[in-house]
């Protein structure tokens, strides 16, 4: 019946039709995943998820927490928790997962090259493809970058730190984030209250010059930070081995 109440959404183009449509078929998903005998069965799974991904992609105000029961539904199938031999279920799990993933990148993209650019929906955006998929590599970066861009340079340090520390990053990415965050909490030293000791920027330029002990960036910032901290000498004689 939650099957049937969805494939009925799909073939509405009224929204307030679609809506009382899906709310039903929410209605007897979560009933029938009360019953043992449907919550152990994958093909529930995959309607509870096909049904969460619906909402997930136009009434979140029907349920908030959409996305990750989509996408925990899913899970359930693509990772073997709910074990089934139907090949074809485990393939359009993976598919529908994807499929959200793409929904709120392709969404984030469009805000971001609006004109003008809808940074703020383009960050939520972004957001919502870490509830697909928290460690989604795109979104990490695209997150961090988003959040710069709007000045949050607290919350963009937290994400590019998860990049820094994403074993799944190339290295460039790496790069990137880490100049970001040597730059943020360097130069907005006084939003993380750091302008004294440049705590969280040295820590940064540490990471930085094991990864790239070549890189000038990192070593001119390092400088700049033992000048500013009265460290002339050492200033010095990291200048003259610079040059």
Not at 71 to 88: L, P, V
Request: proline letters at 2%; hydrophobic letters at 40%.
């Amino acid at each position: 019946k939650a099957e049937t109440y969805l494939n009925k959404s799909e073939l509405k183009s009224d929204i307030e039709e679609k809506r009382s449509l899906l709310i039903d078929a929410k209605g007897e998903i979560d009933l029938a995943m009360t019953i043992q005998k449907n919550n152990i069965k994958a093909r529930s799974w995959y309607i509870q998820g096909n049904i969460y991904s619906a909402i997930a992609k136009q009434f979140l105000d029907i349920d908030p927490d959409a996305i990750e029961k989509a996408a925990e539904s899913f899970n359930k199938i693509i990772d073997g928790e709910i074990k089934t031999n139907n090949i074809e279920i485990l393939q359009n799990s993976i598919t529908k997962k994807d499929n959200l993933r793409l929904y709120f990148i392709n969404n984030a993209i469009q805000h971001q090259q609006s004109n003008p650019p809808e940074f703020e929906l383009s960050l939520e955006e972004w957001e919502n493809v870490l509830l697909v998929n928290p460690l989604d590599t795109l979104a990490m970066e695209y997150t961090a970058f988003v959040a710069g861009t709007l000045k949050d340079y607290k919350y963009a340090v937290e994400k590019y730190t998860k990049v820094i520390n994403s074993e799944e990053i190339g290295i460039n990415a790496k790069f990137r984030a880490l100049q970001q965050c040597v730059d943020f909490t360097f130069n907005k030293c006084e939003i993380f209250d750091d302008c004294s000791t440049f705590s969280k920027a040295i820590g940064f330029i540490k990471i930085g010059l094991e990864l790239f002990p070549n890189d000038n960036f990192f070593k001119q910032v390092e400088i700049n930070i033992l000048i500013i901290t009265d460290k002339a000498d050492e200033a010095i004689n990291k200048t003259n081995k610079l040059i």
